[in-house]
């Protein structure tokens, strides 16, 4: 019965009436419709009562409420402003305002046992679900960084690109030549206030000209982790073709190709740059998945070893438990 005066109100308030047409109003599963001398606060009352009144289905048509199974259609001989007078429909305003902060409060309390916010409780800490992105991923950001879940953990959206400043801010290292500041040297060893910052960003060509050591510290300076083998195929599976392969080296910007992405939502996880997971092989190469604008791919987990040096050819991407 609560869930009849919320969705009445909103419906009634915001739909524009015409002064020809009957009441008519279809609450779920329940019709009711105007007979000769009724007045709107006749109908409204009855329908709070929950009086089934004659049906009236002409020219119906069907509004969305607060859920799909409470669906509304509403048409008055009663313009606006006089149901925005009737005492009715001010005491359902009163009402509506009364229930809101209550509503609001158990969203809160209901996030806080899920360890996060209304609109964070699917998130790591520090992000906000995006939810724009399609039903069947779970896509969350914090800035322009976005990380999308895979199973227990979370994966970057796009290949890593290295700021100086934390949340994909200041200076971006590693465009197109091997710029790093001397407080970030190849080994990772750095000094000062921190490393660079690993970023997940769309639209920006991926870093590169980096060690192994490097992206490893900074997916650290960003609460992250180099992805291991076994994260980097599970987050890979169903990556679609075609994807920036065997192009002469030619990059694309993070997520140019709307149709490589994974099932899990993660971009560009084959071709652009290879990408370097935190596994060693027997010799202490460097293992590296996904293939490259450099060179040609024979299946989605190509596993070639490469060394930790610096490179053009190699990226890396972060995840997060």
Not at 53 to 73: C, E, N, V, W, Y
Not at 117 to 137: E, F, H, I, R, V
Not at 199 to 213: A, D, E, I, M, R
Not at 275 to 304: K, Y
Request: net charge negative.
């Amino acid at each position: 019965m609560k869930l009849h005066w919320i969705v009445l109100i909103v419906a009634v308030l915001t739909l524009g009436c015409t002064e020809s047409e009957p009441v008519v109003i279809n609450a779920g599963d329940v019709s009711y419709g105007d007979t000769p001398g009724k007045t709107v606060e006749d109908v409204l009352d009855e329908v709070s009562k929950g009086t089934n009144l004659p049906q009236h289905t002409h020219k119906a048509t069907d509004i969305t409420g607060f859920d799909t199974a409470a669906r509304l259609a509403v048409h008055s001989k009663y313009n606006e402003s006089d149901l925005k007078a009737s005492p009715t429909i001010k005491a359902l305003q009163v009402t509506a305002n009364t229930l809101t902060p209550k509503v609001a409060k158990l969203e809160s309390d209901v996030a806080a046992l899920s360890g996060g916010t209304p609109s964070t409780g699917l998130c790591p800490t520090g992000y906000t679900q995006d939810t724009t992105a399609p039903s069947w991923n779970v896509v969350c950001k914090k800035g322009l960084d976005e990380v999308v879940k895979v199973g227990d953990f979370w994966v970057d959206r796009y290949e890593m690109s290295i700021t100086s400043g934390a949340g994909c801010t200041g200076k971006q290292f590693g465009i197109s030549n091997d710029d790093y500041p001397s407080t970030f040297p190849d080994n990772g060893a750095w000094s000062g206030m921190s490393p660079p910052y690993a970023c997940s960003q769309k639209g920006v060509l991926p870093s590169s000209y980096t060690t192994f050591y490097q992206q490893m510290q900074a997916c650290a300076a960003s609460g992250k982790h180099i992805c291991t083998s076994a994260e980097w195929m599970n987050a890979a599976m169903g990556t679609g073709i075609p994807c920036n392969l065997n192009k002469g080296g030619a990059l694309k910007t993070t997520g140019a190709m709307p149709g490589c992405h994974s099932s899990w939502g993660a971009f560009d996880m084959v071709g652009n740059l290879a990408e370097r997971v935190a596994d060693f092989d027997s010799t202490g190469n460097i293992q590296a998945r996904g293939g490259s604008a450099f060179s040609p791919l024979t299946t989605t987990f190509e596993t070639t070893n490469v060394d930790s040096t610096t490179t053009n050819t190699n990226g890396a991407r972060c995840c997060m438990r």
